[in-house]
């Protein structure tokens, strides 16, 4: 028995959106994937301008790590070497309740290197890092 319904034998007219739909379920599947769940980043506090206040008096309890452009380092003023940064952190921070650090670094040194102070520094136990900006005149 067929199933020939009219007298029409021709091609369909009508469009078949199965394929399209297969098709967008993958391409929704591999975007899916390829998102990352949680985003790598650090939390940044920009720096405040200082409105009147004695800008050349630095708290002697303020601990800064500075970065020249040949990636020398002190830890306030006083010289350092990368393998030390660390252990000389942590001799610091453990005696300490407050555990906050500021980097300063040269504009010309590669953020990498600003990363990886600061990635030492958080393995040492500082938790709050503050970059410090130079004031361009």
């Known amino acids: 028995m067929s199933m020939n319904v009219g007298s029409k034998k021709g091609a369909m ?3 078949n959106i199965t394929p399209y739909i297969d098709i967008l379920l993958v391409l929704l599947i591999i975007f899916m994937v390829i ?3 949680r985003q790598m980043d650090l939390d940044v506090k920009v720096p405040q301008t ?3 206040g004695d800008v050349g008096a630095i ?3 303020v601990i800064v790590v500075s970065v020249g452009e040949a990636a ?3 830890i306030n003023q006083e010289p350092t070497t990368i393998a030390d940064l660390g252990p000389k952190l942590q001799e610091i921070y453990s005696k300490r309740a407050n ?3 500021f980097v300063s670094a040269s504009a010309k040194l590669p953020y990498g290197d600003v990363v990886r102070i600061i ?3 958080k393995g040492a136990g500082v938790q709050d890092i503050g970059l410090l900006t130079e004031e361009i005149r």
């Open 99 to 101: 555990k906050n650090m």
């Open 13 to 15: 007219s009508d469009i």
């Open 72 to 74: 020398q380092l002190a």
């Open 50 to 52: 200082s409105e009147g």
């Open 119 to 121: 990635d030492i520094a």
């Open 35 to 37: 998102t990352p769940i």
């Open 59 to 61: 708290d002697p309890s």
